[in-house]
């Protein structure tokens, strides 16, 4: 069924339930409000993890990320959450999620540097009642960073990797998620990865992934819960254009400082096309390639792996050009 701006009711305020999660960035987290606003959002869980104790900046930070609360000056209504003590990325999102699906059976999870457009709203609204009792799907994405030049047949795609800069899900699919998961058979846990992704490639970069967040210094949350959808053998929702910027590409991130994320903000917003949905269920390889394609680009553990594979490549060379400029009589063999 084609989209069309008709079938939206945000005019009347947006009836979904929205997590918003927040830290030390006042303004980007205003931005994320005013969006909140602008669609009317009938109900708000907001919240706050709290400052670091190594840190003086966190403290004025966090405090006027919580008097943000005085935004939702209109028709809503507002939960809040704010910790007293810093719980970190890694605890501080999951637990607030969970939090949040204590109390909703579906909603929109936003952090506070993802900024969306009107038709992300809209995207996961539909998209949360029409595969809101398949089982196979338990993730809706919000951001596409795909070819321009892709001649593309439906609105959405499903996909094997599962991004979280603005997203939804349903209390059924975060039922499955535990901080701590892990598969009980290390050479089970490479075939299932390899039969999920499709390709031996990805799946060695989602394991290095899986084998880092298990140090107690790593502050990912989501390659757990893209784990729990491998796990369940369970898919994303993916929209053919880009829904979602993040805006908090800048020195005091917890991750995506890297310069080559800035990639990701050459995808612009786009407006959902008026283009039928997926007659089925099904993976789609081929965008997720090229999906992948980026993520070599942007991925920091990528760049540098490929760096040292081109590194050993050129060393037999560099020996044959040094055999070949030697006196064939002192070369030893």
């Known amino acids: ?4 701006n008709r079938e939206t009711n945000l005019g009347a305020g947006f009836e979904v339930p929205v ?14 409000i005013l969006s909140l606003r602008e669609i009317g959002a009938k109900t708000v869980y907001f919240s706050v993890d709290g400052a670091r104790l190594n840190s003086d900046s966190d403290i004025p930070k966090v405090e006027m990320v919580r008097q943000l609360r005085n935004l939702f000056d209109w028709e809503c209504e ?3 959450r704010f910790l007293n003590e810093n719980l970190g990325c890694k605890l501080a999102i999951s637990s607030g999620v969970s939090w949040f699906f204590e ?14 457009n009107r038709d992300f709203y809209y995207f996961c609204e539909r998209m949360l009642d029409k595969y809101r009792f398949d089982d196979e799907v338990m993730h809706i994405s919000g951001t596409s960073y795909l070819p321009s ?22 209390k059924r699919a975060w039922n499955y998620f535990s901080i701590d998961l892990e598969y009980p058979d290390k050479k089970s846990e490479k075939t299932l990865l390899k039969n999920y992704f499709g390709s031996k490639k990805v799946a ?9 967040s298990k140090s107690p210094t790593c502050t990912l949350w989501s390659t757990y819960w893209s784990f729990t959808l491998i796990t369940r053998n369970a898919l994303c ?17 917890t991750h995506g400082t890297d310069k080559s994320f800035q990639l990701y903000n050459t995808f612009p917003l786009k407006s959902l096309p008026e283009l039928p949905d997926p007659s089925e269920i099904k993976v789609s390889r081929e965008l997720d390639r090229a999906r992948f394609r ?16 081109i590194r050993i490549k050129r060393i037999p060379r560099k020996i044959l050009r040094l055999l070949h400029n030697q006196d064939p009589k002192k070369v030893k063999i």
């Open 19 to 32: 997590l918003l999660l927040g830290f030390n960035r006042p303004e980007e987290c205003r931005q994320v």
């Open 78 to 80: 507002l939960h809040v």
């Open 149 to 170: 030049d892709i001649d593309y047949r439906n609105n959405h795609y499903f996909s094997a990797l599962h991004d979280v800069w603005g997203w939804a899900t349903w």
């Open 1 to 4: 069924m084609p989209i069309t």
């Open 294 to 309: 980026l993520i070599k680009k942007t991925d920091p553990s990528l760049k540098f792996l490929g760096g040292i594979r």
């Open 103 to 116: 109390n909703v059976d579906e909603g929109i999870i936003l952090e506070d540097d993802c900024l969306p």
């Open 204 to 212: 060695d970069w989602f394991h290095r992934y899986l084998e880092d």
């Open 237 to 253: 929702v993916a929209p053919v254009v880009n829904l979602v910027r993040n805006i908090g590409f800048e020195s005091e991130a």
